[in-house]
């Protein structure tokens, strides 16, 4: 189908298509709200407020939601997130949730209408979360911490350690993406200047010296 270029059609589009809208103002303006098919994903340096920002986010989304919000968190213990987000939907220090315990339960059920179900597995499987989301049919996934202790080649490598498989060099292809045929289009530091190319059309193979039997 093609898209129409009428601007008035495109803000009606992101400004009242029905969805999940942010708490965070900045972030309905800017992104409009979470609709079916929407994928998205936040990073930040650790502790630096990314469960907290969730917390805050999809207890506010919680409220607004027909169908469950599933959260799989392998993170921190999941108890410890389950009360993260009683503080940021309530507002409440943790002082203040345990001196009325029953009436900040009613409240926070109410403020998130019993949607949100927080599944905590520290080694959960795809066919887990498959098995899970064609059961509760949730409105919104969120996964937290989603490659946690499997770390990419150096996971790899020790599990070919330990299987006594014998490694001798690793490639990683990294995509940048990126092409421009105009002259003096690709910078490079000084010292490379001469070395390679200045127009940015070429693919690069860069390795260590000890690697360079591999390179070639």
Known sequence: NFITDDLFELESYVLNTPGLKW???????????LRAGDFGFVFARPETGKTTFLADQITYFAGQATRPIIWFNNDEQGEKVR???YQEALGE??????QDKQKNLDKYRLFTKGLLRIY???SIHKSECESIIDELDP???VF????NGMLGGEFHAQQCRQQRIDLRGMVALEMLGYCDRRPKSQALPRALIGLYPDVADFIAIIGNQISDPLRR
């Open 139 to 141: 409105e919104l996934v």
């Open 144 to 147: 937290d911490l989603e490659e």
């Open 23 to 33: 708490r965070l103002s900045c972030l309905s303006r800017s992104l409009g709200p």
């Open 83 to 85: 009360i993260r987000t």
């Open 93 to 98: 220090t943790l002082d203040a949730l345990w």
């Open 120 to 122: 905590d597995d520290a």
